[in-house]
């Protein structure tokens, strides 16, 4: 099946609709004016006893064609504004525009009849919009066959000449043929730009997630945790309120991974990641720092609160398991807290050597336990 036939990703429709948005909006604030202009036109312009009624069928056609950009422009505002809510009832005033503007050129096409064999107004409109909006080819078929069928009636009743008839009947069809060719060309593009685009955002997103995102855990990496850190110091130094670290270090990791495997071992790592998360705050980070270590950031924290979490983080540990192939996997932490240094020339490497230190004490004392260094 052609691209262009082929059905289209719901991420990839929505960003044509908006971008027909914004095309026909602009469209609407030239149109407008341009309709009035043909009106005043018409309206003032002396013509023979024979060509009154083609005047006021050009006159009353352009009434009709603002008339429907007048309420059409808010809504399109409107639109715009609630892109993401809107798609469905949006693509819908686009699709109605579509069959407007083209049942519009069929009306002019017909009353020009009265005055000459011109079917430049229906050619114009089909082309116009084939260039300007982007519709799913199949719908423009549909729209442009309609169009087709009502302009070859219109005519038949306002062309007495047959040659003529014919002439403008033939126009129309080629109008309909290449506006179809355009529009399904130009909707192809517009898919592959968009997919293509998206797809660019997409991988630039993985991108910026690798570069501060853990990949196993999903935690924020060391680096991310490292510019999180120099913030909050330079935060304190504003403010004056204090913060705190919580840097953890698993028990006998190793020993898992050497009894179950790998496996086993990334399985722990990503039920503790989930543990972490749902032990902190939303404004608290947690990283993971390396290998079985994981550090976690406290803002606005002072010992207390430092001490409470670290404690329920390793309650927690304490009284779950990981299910793996079958066997209960249990593992616990040791846990060093430390307050947030400020003091130049490096706070950030003077904070995490305190609770380096503090968790070293918390290993030689036993394990499974929190120790501080908050003086």
């Known amino acids: 099946m052609p691209r262009w036939l082929a059905a289209v990703p719901e991420k990839v429709r929505r960003e044509i609709t908006n971008n027909n948005l914004s095309r026909a909006w602009i469209a609407g604030l030239v149109m407008l004016p341009v309709h009035f202009a043909h009106v005043l036109l018409f309206y003032f312009r002396v013509v023979q006893p024979e060509e009154e009624s083609w005047r006021w069928g050009i006159i009353q056609s352009h009434l009709l064609a603002a008339a429907f950009w007048i309420p059409a422009l808010p809504v399109l505002r409107f639109f715009m504004n609630r892109r993401e809510r809107w798609i469905g009832p949006a693509h819908f005033l686009i699709f109605a525009a579509v069959i407007g503007y083209v049942f519009l050129g069929a009306i002019v096409c ?30 423009t078929l549909v729209i442009f066959a309609a169009g087709l069928i009502f302009v070859w009636m219109a005519v038949g009743i ?12 033939v126009n129309c069809i080629t109008a309909s043929g290449v506006g179809l060719i355009v529009g399904a060309s130009l909707w192809y593009y517009e898919v592959r730009t968009v997919e293509q685009r998206l797809q660019i955002e997409e991988q630039n997103s993985a991108l910026e997630t690798l570069a501060v995102r853990d990949p196993l855990t999903g935690l924020f990496n060391r680096r991310r945790f490292l510019e999180a850190l120099d913030l909050e110091i330079a935060r304190i130094r504003r403010t004056g309120q204090g913060g705190a670290i919580l840097w953890l270090d698993l028990d006998d990791f190793k020993a898992i991974n050497d009894k179950f ?17 749902g032990c902190v705050r939303v404004t608290d ?36 398991t990981v299910t793996f192939r079958g066997a209960e996997l249990s593992v616990t932490a040791s846990c060093g807290a430390a307050a947030i240094e400020i003091i130049p020339p490096d706070p950030a490497g003077a904070t995490i050597q305190k609770a380096d230190t503090a968790l070293y004490r918390a290993k030689k004392t036993g394990k499974n336990r929190v120790e501080h260094s908050f003086s």
């Open 261 to 277: 495997g790998h496996p086993a071992g990334d399985a722990v790592l990503l039920h503790v990641a989930a543990i972490l998360t």
């Open 110 to 139: 017909a009353v020009d009849q009265q005055v000459a064999p011109a079917p430049m107004a229906y050619f114009v409109a089909v082309i116009g919009v084939a260039i300007l909006l982007r519709l799913p080819p199949v719908e």
């Open 285 to 320: 980070t947690v990283a993971r720092f390396g290998g079985e270590e994981f550090i976690v950031l406290l803002p606005d924290t002072d010992q207390k609160g430092a001490l409470e979490t670290a404690s329920r983080i390793l309650n927690t540990l304490r009284e779950t």
């Open 158 to 169: 306002t062309q007495t000449n047959p040659t003529y008839r014919l002439f403008v009947r």
